[in-house]
């Protein structure tokens, strides 16, 4: 089965700098590979996604990218702003059933 | 994007009691999950609700204690029966879109659980 390992679990930056957390994942059948902020008191809300077709996604000031040779997907925020702060999941599926297994989550504080 | 409504958003429940969630979308869907989030952790997959028949439970949930509903495409319920203390946790409902490449998925808000 699918196995998601993240990675750092907390993160503290500078308002204005970049934050990169990673992912890795276990089945080399995943071809869906979405991130997730939960912001608190809320379910998960979908940032960005990236499928094994290619290497790179952006939207404005996030972005992802997927080496599926070494199986590993990084989520990207640049110019960090205080509401970025929250926590971050990634996801990758159980090949084709559609269930997602979560990474253990990172908790990025943006500090103004 | 698929609107995921569930109710309740939180509840406080003595112990020995049921709570029945509800998770209502806005749109068809074919792959309706449950997952919990037990505090301070991540997400874990509870039952894929299937529409017409019984839910499939992933390893270390069983059914007598968070029996499913699935009447139709666009709704499902998770009941949490005779609760302890260690159900208090965020259950959550999802919905996958798409397939293949297309593949979306989407939570609903939650119900935030506290048992005392």
């Known amino acids: 089965g699918e196995n998601v390992e993240q990675h750092p679990s907390t993160l503290s930056v500078q308002e204005g700098d970049s934050a990169v957390i990673k992912c890795t994942y276990s089945d080399s059948a995943s071809n869906y590979f979405p991130w997730y902020k939960q912001e608190l008191g809320k379910g998960p809300q979908l940032i960005i996604d990236?499928?094994?077709?290619?290497g790179e996604k952006k939207d404005q000031r996030i972005a992802v990218t997927l080496n599926k040779t070494a199986k590993h997907f990084s989520l990207h925020i640049t110019e960090t702003q205080p509401e970025d702060s929250a926590v971050y999941f990634c996801a990758a599926p159980y090949s084709y059933t559609g269930k997602l297994i979560f990474g253990q989550g990172t908790t990025l504080q943006v500090k103004p | 994007s698929a609107v995921i409504s569930q109710k309740p958003s939180r509840d406080i429940c003595q112990r020995g009691t049921s709570l029945t969630i509800q998770c209502q979308v806005d749109?068809?869907?074919?792959?309706m999950f449950w997952y919990r989030q037990q505090p301070g952790q991540s997400l874990t997959l509870i039952a894929t609700?299937?529409?017409?028949?019984?839910?499939?439970?992933e390893s270390g949930f069983v059914i007598d204690k968070f029996p499913i509903s699935r009447p139709n495409l666009t709704f499902s319920t998770l009941t949490v029966s005779n609760m302890s203390p260690e159900d208090s946790s965020i259950y959550l409902c999802?919905?996958?879109?798409?397939?293949?490449?297309?593949?979306?998925?989407?939570f609903g808000q939650g119900t935030r659980l506290t048992v005392v």
């Open positions: 609700a299937n529409q017409g028949s019984e839910a499939t439970y």
């Open positions: 990236i499928r094994s077709n290619v």
């Open positions: 999802s919905v996958v879109q798409g397939g293949g490449m297309n593949t979306e998925a989407f």
């Open positions: 749109s068809q869907v074919t792959m």
